[in-house]
């Protein structure tokens, strides 16, 4: 039922930018906290950005700060991750989730990859030099 559609990777040299989007399907995702997470070859997945279900809150892995910003749009039930200043260490597969838990303002389960019920299947992001 529930269905997580990422679209907008591809390849870019570096300093450019993409934007990311994640379409949501199955139930409405507007009340619940939303994430981007991305895996290297050989690397476990790591948090990228979060955001919270109203979107009043945010938070960011450090080597992303200044350059990601996540945002949704909960009308049309999708998450976007727009990428500026694109770096070579940023290639991966990047992976939206959502969780249906309800985690506190600050919370460190917003970081954690086993705190999320639903995953896409991933697009590829690759920053050449």
């Known amino acids: 039922q529930v269905q997580l559609v990422e679209s907008g990777g591809g390849l870019v040299q570096a300093g450019g930018s993409l934007r990311l989007s994640c379409a949501a399907s199955?139930?409405?995702?507007?009340?619940?906290?939303m994430g981007w997470f991305r895996q290297a070859p050989g690397k476990e997945r790591e948090f990228v950005a979060a955001?919270?279900?109203?979107?009043?809150?945010?938070y960011y892995e450090d080597s992303v700060k200044g350059r990601f910003t996540i945002s949704r749009d909960n009308a049309k039930n999708t998450l976007y991750l727009q990428m500026n200043n694109l770096k070579p260490e940023d290639t991966a597969v990047y992976y939206c989730?959502?969780?249906?838990?309800?985690?506190?303002?600050?919370?460190?389960?917003?970081?954690?990859?086993?705190?999320?019920?639903?995953w896409g299947q991933g697009t590829q992001v690759t920053v050449s030099s």
């Open positions: 955001i919270s279900g109203s979107g009043a809150y945010t």
């Open positions: 199955g139930r409405s995702f507007s009340g619940f906290t």
């Open positions: 989730a959502v969780t249906t838990k309800n985690f506190l303002v600050g919370s460190r389960l917003y970081y954690a990859t086993n705190q999320y019920d639903y």
